[in-house]
Nanobody, 123 residues
Framework: QVQLVESGGGLVQAGGSLTLSCVAS????????MGWYRQAPGKQRELVAA???????NYADSVKGRFTISRDNAKKTVYLQMNSLKPEDTAVYYC?????????????????WGQGTRVTVSS
């Protein structure tokens, strides 16, 4: 079973920055698509950003130009750098993993989720 542990959430003023981290275990990290999803109260969980290989990424329109996803395969870690944060970015952010070789379309979540880390952006 894949285990994912997120960290880095917190309270930040609008316009500020945070970097989230997700460390994976129980899997060969480099063969997994890694993604960040978020869920705000009363809303469904949505894709924020995902990465398959270096240079092969996908972002929600709402975060393009502000957020950057990256991965360090040696450290089995995926990062989400968040700049110019807005109050509407407030949510619990979840890390996700799925095998690159499965039968699902890219940018689709797999079955492995982290526990979530909360991001609150004040106005």
């Amino acid at each position: 079973q894949v285990q994912l542990v997120e960290s880095g959430g917190g309270l930040v003023q609008a316009g500020g920055s945070l970097t989230l981290s997700c460390v994976a275990s129980g899997t060969i990290f480099s063969i997994n698509e890694m993604g960040w999803y978020r869920q705000a109260p009363g809303k469904q969980r949505e894709l924020v950003a995902a990465i398959r290989t270096v240079g092969n990424t996908n972002y929600a329109d709402s975060v393009k130009g502000r957020f950057t996803i990256s991965r360090d395969n040696a450290k089995k870690t995926v990062y989400l750098q968040m700049n110019s944060l807005k109050p509407e970015d407030t949510a619990v952010y979840y890390c996700n993993a799925r095998p690159l070789s499965d039968d699902q379309a890219p940018w689709t979540p797999g079955a492995s989720w982290g526990q979530g880390t909360r991001v609150t952006v004040s106005s």
